[in-house]
């Protein structure tokens, strides 16, 4: 599939193991700041538990929320950069449900609650201007792994466009400006996390305008959430694989990005929805599966679909490049004497220059 313009597309819908910090879950809802109109809907969030907030944005109703908080939509974000200097952004991983398609699927989650579980749109980003420091894992083909949404590759500038049109989701409705014209409202933001919040990571790489971030009316983590559920093997010291183990659902060896954050929301979904439905006789294994394979049918129109991080050309990955038949060989490495990296990339996807 090839590229399309981001601009002429607004408005359309378009391995690595994670070392978990062992700090404390956060025990307070973090609210960024938000412009007059969502106040009230921070207000009402602050009011929550965390576990309350997610409830809400699953479609659950809450005594006294105001009418702008029913727009609320939840967004699951994952940041992974390269452990070395300078610590390039590598990919994002970033999941999205509004409450009011949430709403429609409670009087029939399904099994696990793979209803909601399918009204996610999950989305996986590699940046293209960074995919030849894939070339620096110890096996390049790993920086390919992804299980959850169509993997694009998207450039820094245009990854920046797609990322300003998600956190400025409208809503269907309007209010009335000074003028009497009436405008689209911003939809409220909530922002899921496991643990570390994931806005700070993106608001360094994108230096987003100013207005980026405003209709962001609450950060919730997975984690401090299985804290409230006061289960015994909840603890400040849990992963996300610990986590997803213990709900019986398998966890890959190997993740990308979109993956954790995927898993990130599911088990959130699983903390807050189990409690409220009946056992199911599907495994929670094959509705998982069934939702990754689902996850991967929703194509986003935008990026590109393949970039070999080989050989840097679009239309077929690493796995397929012709050069893996005949050999590659880096000049740069080359001729500073890299001989041990030289063979795992053409100099135009050489990672040192």
């Not at 609210?31 to 997610?54: A, C, K, N």
């Not at 991983?93 to 029939?108: C, P, Q, V, W, Y």
């Not at 409202?185 to 207005?211: A, E, G, I, K, M």
Request: some cysteine; overall charge neutral.
């Amino acid at each position: 599939m090839g590229r399309y313009s981001l601009r002429a597309l607004r408005g359309q819908k378009s391995t690595k193991e994670y070392t978990e910090p062992s700090e404390s879950p956060q025990k307070t809802v973090t609210t960024p700041i938000v412009d007059s109109h969502m106040e009230g809907v921070s207000e009402f969030f602050s009011t929550l538990s965390q576990t309350e907030i997610l409830e809400y944005c699953l479609g659950y109703d809450k005594h006294k929320a105001p009418g702008l908080a029913a727009d609320a939509v939840l967004i699951a974000v994952n940041c992974h950069s390269l452990e070395k200097k300078p610590h390039p952004l590598l990919e994002i991983g970033i999941h999205f449900i509004s409450r009011k398609g949430a709403k429609k699927e409670l009087a029939n989650p399904g099994p696990h609650s793979l209803n909601l579980l399918r009204r996610i749109s999950y989305r996986h980003i590699i940046i293209e201007d960074n995919a030849c420091h894939a070339n620096l894992l110890p096996n390049p083909q790993e920086a390919e792994t992804n299980h959850f949404g169509a993997t694009r590759f998207v450039r820094m500038e245009d990854a920046k466009d797609v990322l300003e049109q998600m956190f400025r989701m409208s809503t269907m409705t309007s209010s009335c400006n000074v003028n009497g014209t009436r405008i689209p409202r911003l939809c409220p933001l909530v922002l899921l996390n496991y643990d570390l919040p994931q806005w700070p990571t993106l608001q360094q790489v994108f230096s987003f305008d100013p207005s980026i971030g405003q209709n962001m009316v609450a950060t919730i983590s997975t984690k401090h959430i299985a804290y409230e559920s006061g289960d015994p093997w909840s603890s400040a010291a849990t992963t996300l694989s610990q986590l997803t183990e213990e709900l019986n659902i398998e966890y890959p060896a190997k993740q990308s990005a979109a993956d954790h954050a995927a898993y990130t929301l599911i088990d959130a979904v699983q903390l807050a929805m189990r409690p409220k439905m009946p056992l199911a006789r599907e495994s929670i294994r094959s509705v998982v599966n069934t939702t990754m394979l689902y996850s991967q049918s929703d194509i986003p129109l935008w990026g590109y679909e393949d970039l070999c991080t080989l050989c840097g050309e679009q239309g077929h990955r690493r796995l397929r490049c012709h050069l893996r038949r005949i050999g590659v060989e880096c000049w740069k490495c080359t001729s500073v004497g890299r001989q041990w990296k030289r063979d795992t990339h053409t100099s135009n996807m050489c990672p040192f220059f």
